[in-house]
């Protein structure tokens, strides 16, 4: 479903973010990409959703390049960002159906799909509200409903935990799974390791752009913790 094939990200002045990353994610995969703070996980995460251009290498998506294009491919997927800035002038209800309009979701459809994610979440109370009103956590919610709703094939999420409340970090590790089992590919980045040795079945370890190991948790792990395994890999790379 996702395939970063020798990547590489250079910023003005010669700082190289990712240096000649390959990495694959397939259908049914919750792939947790782990770093240090710049390492190179938003870049590449930024550079899979079509928002960073970069020079060498290339990014599939179910066999369309993002670069040749990258409409079809943002047709496939869902992104949310670590921070979640979204149109603070629009009440909650209107940019979930303006998202619904994006990605083609039929009335009846948007409907239910909107009661039941905001009941799940708990802002069904406040989609009449604008969402400059709204808390970090009430904006995280909202932008994961709007990826939830129109069913992507591909779920890019950076640090999707973070300012949520605990229930709704549960809904969400629910949600990631649910989708998995229906055939989407999800990569995300998160600090929080005990959640991705939880919920991930594979995962990828970065370090000053660089992948230093990847593939299925259990075999890297072994009968070690993935914190363990982190700090080793981190330590003597």
Excluded: W
């Excluded at 229930?167 to 799974?177: E, N, P, Y």
């Amino acid at each position: 479903m996702l395939c970063i094939k020798n990547f590489s990200k250079t910023y003005k002045g010669g700082k190289k973010a990712v240096s000649n990353l390959n990495l694959e994610i397939e259908a049914g995969d919750i792939y947790g990409f782990i770093g240090h703070n710049g390492a190179g996980k938003t870049t590449t995460i930024k550079a899979v959703a079509g928002i960073l251009d970069f020079e060498e290498g290339d990014i599939l998506i179910d066999g369309s390049s993002i670069k040749a294009q990258p409409v079809a491919c943002k047709q496939k997927l869902a992104y949310i960002p670590d921070n979640p800035d979204i149109y603070d002038y629009l009440t909650g209800i209107k940019y979930l159906n303006f998202i619904c309009d994006m990605y083609g979701v039929p009335a009846g459809q948007r409907e239910k799909e909107i009661k039941n994610y905001a009941d799940m979440f708990e802002i069904t109370q406040n989609l009449g509200d604008q969402i400059s009103s709204y808390s970090h956590g009430m904006k995280q919610k909202l932008v994961l409903i709007s990826a939830f709703i129109h069913h992507p094939k591909l779920l890019i999420l950076d640090e999707p935990f973070v300012g949520l409340d605990p229930k709704a970090s549960l809904m969400l590790k629910q949600l990631m799974k649910e989708a998995c089992q229906e055939g989407c590919a999800i990569f995300f980045s998160t600090h929080v390791l005990e959640v991705a040795q939880k919920l991930c079945n594979k995962i990828a370890i970065i370090k000053q752009g660089k992948l230093i190991v990847s593939g299925d948790i259990d075999k890297i792990l072994g009968d070690h913790s993935l914190e363990d395994v982190f700090m080793e890999v981190s330590e003597h790379e």
